[in-house]
């Protein structure tokens, strides 16, 4: 059967990039490249959608509220935009998470669109069977992603060259890619997304 694949942008925003208040080392480096993933998808008339952490300004995630991360991407400010370098089509349908004061919510599947879909639904509106995902950060909201897609029977794929990771621990990054190969899925790179995509029609 003839696999339909969505792009799923992880968490590009200003935060999780140089300067922001939770910088990923070379965050900012994934914004072009996942530009071109994007224009590929459209191009190939293919759906995409975003995630974004979109966090109270009390929560347990931060360290103010016995989290291990300082606050980062709250509701509505500069730092939890996504970057204006990143061409997402206008009508990108937008998934938060971590919006509960109560939660981590490291995975897109644990998040909501503005009319309370989960991610899950409105994958299955899609008709979607196959997950292209990128973004920030590959030891935390991509590897959770990714896992959960998995979980769920997704046919996943990891875009190696859009992602980067915090890695508090050195090697955290590399660990989780391992972890996410061993769960199943693929990994790709630019130069092999025009074959990978045109053998899924
Ligand atoms: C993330 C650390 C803390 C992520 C979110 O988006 O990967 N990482 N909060």
């Not at 959608?49 to 103010?64: C, L």
Request: proline letters at 7%; one cysteine or more; glycine letters at 8%.
């Amino acid at each position: 059967m003839a696999e339909k694949p969505v792009l799923l942008v992880v968490d590009p925003q200003n935060d999780f990039c140089p300067g922001g208040a939770l910088a990923v080392p070379e965050g900012d480096q994934v914004v072009p490249v996942l530009n071109e993933y994007i224009r590929r998808f459209r191009e190939a008339g293919l759906p995409i959608i975003a995630t974004r952490d979109w966090h109270p300004a009390q929560t347990r995630h931060f360290t103010s509220g016995g989290g291990v991360w300082p606050p980062h991407c709250i509701q509505d400010t500069p730092g939890a935009a996504f970057r204006s370098d990143l061409y997402l089509p206008p009508d990108t349908p937008i998934i938060s998470k971590g919006t509960h004061p109560d939660e981590d919510a490291y995975s897109a599947f644990q998040g909501k669109d503005k009319q309370g879909r989960d991610l899950t639904t409105l994958l299955r509106e899609l008709g979607v069977t196959e997950i292209y995902i990128g973004g920030l950060a590959t030891d935390y909201c991509v590897r959770s992603s990714t896992l959960d897609a998995l979980k769920q029977g997704f046919r996943t794929t990891v875009l190696e060259d859009a992602i980067r990771g915090v890695d508090l621990q050195p090697e955290d990054s590399q660990r989780a890619l391992e972890e996410m190969d061993r769960a199943g899925a693929r990994r790709i790179r630019l130069a092999e997304a025009r074959e990978a995509l045109a053998a899924t029609r």
